[in-house]
C-alpha cells in the first residue's frame, strides 16, 4: 500500500511538472508572436535596444580605425587626383564620420527606457547612408582624372575594403549596411560603365556580386547577433528564475525551521504536561493491580487496573522515543562521554530480554570476542540502541526461532555489534520505509507485535551521532541482520604499563638529593 502512494504521488509530480512545462511553452510562444507582430522589422521589441546599442559600440570602436584609412586612401589618390579636391574630400568624410560618431555618443548616454527607438534607427541610417555617400562621391572623382594608370584596380581594392568595413560595423541594422553599402557600388558601377572597355566590365560585374555577397553576410551575422542576444535574454531569464526558486526555498526553510522549533518548544511543554498524569495513571493503576490497598471483589476491576497500566506504560514510552527523535532532529541531544564496556552492556541488554524471549522459546546466542577494549561513547545511548535492535529480534522472531549476537573488531580498527534473527525479513522495496519515522512494513503490521516505528530510526540517529555506520539486510523469509559499527576514533586502546625499574642514574639523583638536604640543615 505504501509502496502504490508513492507511486501515484510521483505519477502525479511527474504529470504536474509536464503541464506547467507545457504553460510555460505556451506562454513563451504566445509572447514570442505578439512581440515580433508589434515590432517594425520583425525583430522581437526587446532586442531593437540591443541591436542599436550593439551598433552603436561598432562603429565607436571603429572611430579612428575609419578617418585613418580615409587618410591612407587620400594621400595615395594624390597619385591621380588634385590635392585641393582630395582635401575637399577627405574633409566631408571626416564630417560624416564625426557627425555619426557624435549620434553614437548620445545614444550610449541616454537611457534606455526614455529613448525613441524609430528615431534614433532614422539617424544612424541617416548617418551611414552620409558615410556610404562620402565614398560614392569619392570613386565618382575618381573617374573624372584624366590620369587613369592603375586607378581602376585601387578603386576596386578601396572598394571592397570599405564595404567590408561596413558589413562588419553595420550588419546589426541590415538597413543601415545597405544605406551606407549601395551608393557606393552604384557609383563604381557608373564609373566603371565610362570606360567602355571588357576589363571595367568584368569589374563592375564583379562589385555588383560583391555587393550581393556583403550583403548575404551581414544577414548572417544579424542573424547571428539575434541569435546570440535570445541565448542571452533566456540565461537572464533562467538566472531569473534560479533566484526567484532560491528566494522560495530560503522562504521555505525558513519556516520549516519556525515550525521545527515550534514542535521543539511544542514537545518540551507536552512532555511535562503528559508525564505528570500519566505517573500518577501508572502509579494507581500499579496500586490496583497488585491490591496493596486490599483486595479488589470483582477480578474483572484488577484485570482493567492491569490494563490501564499496561497502556499507560505504552503511551510513557512513545512520547519518550518521540522526544528523543524530537531533539536529536533538533540538535539538541547531548552525548554524555563516558569509557563503555561494549560487551558489558550487551551482557546486560541479553540478561533484560531473555524473559521475553523464553516466553516464544527463541534461543539467544553470543559471540563476542575476547578483551575488547573499552569505547568512547555515550552508555544511556549504546543502551538504547542495542535494546532497541535486540528487542525488534525477539518480536520479530517466530516461536522457536533464534538469535545471535556477535560483537568484535572492524577491519579498520573500530568495533562492531550485529544481531541477527531468522524471522520472516522484510522486503527490499520496503526497507527505506522501516528507516523512516512511524514507519512500518506489511510483515511487521500483520505478524508482529505493536510498534511506534520509531525504534530504527532513533538507532540510526544515535550511531551517526557516535560517528558510526548502521546497516541494516535483510531478506524476505530468510531473517534480518543489523550492524552497528563504531568508528576506531571511539576505541581507547590499552595504555602501556608504567616502568618502575630504576635506572642506571637513580643513584646519582638520590646521592644528590642527600648532599642538597645535608647543606640545608
Not at 556610404?132 to 572598394?159: P, V
Not at 568595413?165 to 544605406?179: G, I, V
Request: aromatic share 6%.
Amino acid at each position: 500500500m505504501a509502496s502504490d502512494e508513492t507511486r501515484n504521488g510521483d505519477a502525479r509530480t511527474a504529470s504536474n511538472s509536464e503541464r506547467a512545462q507545457r504553460r510555460r511553452d505556451v506562454a513563451k510562444t504566445v509572447r514570442s508572436a505578439r512581440e515580433r507582430l508589434a515590432s517594425v522589422d520583425g525583430v522581437q521589441p526587446n532586442f531593437e535596444y540591443d541591436l542599436l546599442l550593439t551598433f552603436t559600440k561598432n562603429r565607436l570602436s571603429a572611430a579612428i580605425a575609419l578617418p585613418l584609412f580615409s587618410m591612407i586612401v587620400a594621400g595615395i589618390s594624390l597619385l591621380w587626383m588634385q590635392p585641393a579636391v582630395i582635401a575637399g574630400w577627405l574633409a566631408f568624410s571626416l564630417i560624416a564620420h564625426v557627425l555619426l560618431m557624435m549620434a553614437c555618443r548620445r545614444f550610449e548616454r541616454e537611457a534606455a527606457g526614455s529613448q525613441t527607438l524609430a528615431s534614433w534607427r532614422r539617424q544612424m541610417i541617416a548617418g551611414d547612408l552620409l558615410y556610404g555617400l562620402t565614398w560614392a562621391g569619392f570613386f565618382l572623382l575618381q573617374s573624372t582624372t584624366t590620369n587613369q594608370d592603375g586607378s581602376e584596380i585601387f578603386q576596386f581594392a578601396t572598394m571592397l575594403i570599405v564595404i567590408a568595413m561596413l558589413t562588419m560595423l553595420s550588419s546589426s541594422l541590415p538597413r543601415a549596411l545597405l544605406a551606407g553599402t549601395l551608393p557606393i557600388t552604384i557609383a563604381i558601377v557608373v564609373s566603371f560603365l565610362n570606360q567602355q572597355t571588357a576589363i571595367h566590365y568584368a569589374m563592375m560585374a564583379m562589385a555588383i556580386g560583391a555587393q550581393g555577397f556583403f550583403v548575404m553576410l551581414g544577414n548572417q551575422l544579424h542573424a547571428s547577433t539575434l541569435t546570440m542576444l535570445a541565448f542571452r535574454a533566456e540565461k537572464d531569464h533562467l538566472i531569473s528564475e534560479l533566484e526567484q526558486a532560491k528566494a522560495i526555498s530560503d522562504e521555505a526553510r525558513r519556516r520549516a525551521e519556525e515550525a521545527n522549533l515550534a514542535k521543539s518548544r511544542f514537545l518540551a511543554t507536552m512532555s511535562h504536561e503528559l508525564r505528570t498524569p500519566l505517573n500518577a495513571i501508572l502509579g494507581f493503576s500499579e496500586v490496583m493491580k497488585n491490591e496493596l490497598l486490599g483486595p479488589l471483589e470483582n477480578p474483572t476491576y484488577r484485570d482493567y487496573a492491569g490494563d490501564i497500566h499496561s497502556s499507560g506504560e505504552h503511551l510513557l514510552n512513545l512520547i519518550n522515543e518521540i522526544l528523543d527523535l524530537s531533539r536529536i532532529e533538533a540538535g539538541r541531544y547531548e552525548l554524555s562521554e563516558e569509557a563503555v564496556d561494549l560487551a558489558a552492556i550487551l551482557g546486560d541488554c541479553h540478561s533484560m530480554m531473555q524473559i521475553r524471549a523464553n516466553k516464544k522459546t527463541i534461543t539467544i546466542s553470543e559471540a563476542i570476542e575476547k578483551e575488547l577494549p573499552r569505547i568512547w561513547a555515550d552508555e544511556r545511548a549504546v543502551r538504547q540502541v542495542l535494546l532497541n535492535l535486540l528487542s525488534n529480534a525477539v518480536k520479530f522472531t517466530p516461536t522457536g526461532g533464534e538469535v545471535l549476537i556477535k560483537a568484535g573488531w572492524t577491519a579498520g580498527g573500530g568495533q562492531y555489534v550485529s544481531i541477527r534473527d531468522n524471522g520472516p525479513g522484510i522486503p527490499e522495496d520496503e526497507i527505506p520505509i522501516v528507516m523512516q519515522a512511524f514507519g512500518q512494513g506489511a510483515i511487521a503490521i500483520k505478524s508482529a507485535e505493536a510498534g511506534t516505528g520509531l525504534g530504527l530510526p532513533i538507532v540510526k540517529a544515535l550511531v551517526q551521532m557516535h560517528g558510526g555506520t548502521f546497516d541494516l539486510k535483510s531478506r524476505l523469509r530468510e531473517g534480518t541482520e543489523v550492524l552497528v559499527t563504531f568508528p576506531a576514533s571511539r576505541v581507547l586502546e590499552a595504555m602501556p604499563a608504567l616502568d618502575e625499574a630504576p635506572t642506571a642514574a637513580e643513584p646519582k639523583r638520590r646521592r644528590a638529593a642527600a648532599r642538597l638536604l645535608r647543606k640545608a640543615s
